[in-house]
C-alpha cells in the first residue's frame, strides 16, 4: 500500500477503530500460499474428524448441529445457521443468539412455540444457547420464531440482538401469512422479554445489519437489494434515545440517506473521497404498503443507492458499512469488488475508507467477505463466503493476513464439490474463545487456544 493511502486511512479514522488496510489484504480472500505466511498462529492442521482444519494448539467444539435435538425439548436445531453474536452471562457464562436464514424451503424450520412465533408459515427465527464458563453448553432453545430469512443483524449496547429480515415478502406471498421485511429485538437469557413482536417502524425491506450509537441512540440499517433500484442506507431515530430492552418499540423516524451530486454509490472510485453535508430524508412510507421503500419518491433530488449493502457496525465515533460488490452489467454506475464506508455523525461526512478493484491496485476474485468481528489483540476475523473451500481469514493491525480455520464439510458432490460458507464469527466476552458457524450443514463452533500469543 502506498503512503498516500495509509495517510488517508489516517485521516478517515479506521486505524483509530482497530481497522487498518494494506497491499497484503489483495491475499485475504484470494486464498493463496501467500495469505500463509509468518503472520497468525501457523498453517492451518488437517482435522482427522474432517470438520474444521485449525493452526496447532488450537482445538475446537462443537456446541450444536443441526438436525439434533434441542437441549428444550421444542423441536429439531434448525438450519442455514448465520448471525450470531455472544453476550456475558453469570459466573463468566456466555449467551448466544444465532440467526437461521430459513426460506420456506429451509429444511428444518426454527420450531414453532407459543409466545415466541410471529408467522407459523415461517421457518426462520433465532436460537439461544447458554453456556458455563468452560464452555459447555447448559441450555439451547428457541428465542423467536416465524420469521423469514434472518440473516444478520446486530447487538445492541443495552445487551440484546436485533435479527434482521432479508426479505419483503407480504401476506399470501409463498404461504406467509403476515408481512415480512422486519427487525425483531431478542433477549438473548430470557426470550420472552422481547417475544416475537416487529419494529414496524425501522422499516420494511431487505435488512441485511445494523449497528446502534451507543451515545446518539441512532440505529443504522443496511439494505440488501439484488436488483435495481438497489438498497439504502438508512438511520432510526427512536422516540426513546436513551435505549433499552422494549425502547424501540416506542417508534420513531426512518430515514434514508442522500449523498448530495451522488445517486449510486458505486460510481465513487477513488479510496478517500470524501463528502460533506451529508443529508437524511425521511422514508415516505417506512412500511413500503404499496410500495417497496428503494423505489419510492423521496424529491426533485432523488436518493442515494447501492448495491449489495451488507455489513454495519460501529468502531469509535463513526458507522462502518460495507458495499460487497457492484456490477455495472447488474445495472450499477460502476464496478468494484467491495467498498467500506465510513460515516461520521457528528461532521454529517462520508468517506470511502476502501475500494477493491477493478479500477485500483487492490483486487479481489469472484468471492465476497460476509460476516467480520474484531479479534483478540485488535485487527479482523472474516468469513469467507464464496466458491471452493472456505475459510476464515484473520487480519491484523499491521495488514498481515492468515488463515484462521478451513471447512472440511463437503456439500456438494464428488464430481462437483461444495463446502459450506462460514457466517456469525464472533468473540466471548473475555476475548478466548472464538465462535463461528457454517451455514450449510449448520454447524456452531467455539475455538480456543493461544489467542494471545
Known sequence: MSATRRQVLART??????????????????GTAAAHGKAGYGPLVPDPKGLLDLPKGFRYRVLSREGDELRSGEGKVPSNHDGMAAFPGKGGGVHLVRNHENRVTGKIGVPTVEGLTYDRAAKGGCTALALDRRGNVLDERV?????AVNCAGG??????????????????TN????DHGFIFEVDPVDPRRTGAVPLTAMGRFQHEAIAVDPRRGVVYETEDAFQKPFGLFYRFLPEKPGGGRGSLRAGGRLQAMRVPGVPDLSSVQETGARFDGIEWVDVPDPLAARTPIRHQDFGPKGITHAQKLEGCYWGGSSVYFVSSFARSAEGSAGDHFGQVWRYDPAGRRLT????????TDIRLPGESPDNICL???????????????QHVYGLTRRGEV???ARNRQTIGTPEKPEWGEFAGVTFSPDHDTMYVNCYTPGTTFAVTGPWHK
Request: proline content about 4%; some cysteine; aromatic content about 10%.
Open 13 to 30: 479514522g479506521a486505524v483509530g477503530a482497530g481497522i487498518a488496510f494494506t497491499g497484503a489484504l489483495s491475499e485475504l480472500f484470494a
Open 143 to 147: 428465542a423467536i420464531a416465524g420469521t
Open 155 to 172: 447487538p445492541t449496547p443495552w445487551g440484546t440482538w436485533l435479527t434482521c429480515e432479508e426479505t419483503e415478502d407480504k401476506a399470501g
Open 175 to 178: 404461504g406467509y401469512t403476515k
Open 352 to 359: 470511502l475508507v476502501i475500494v477493491f478493484g477493478p479500477s
Open 375 to 389: 479479534a483478540t489483540g485488535g485487527g479482523l476475523m472474516v468469513c469467507e463466503d464464496g466458491d471452493g473451500a
Open 402 to 404: 492468515y488463515a484462521m
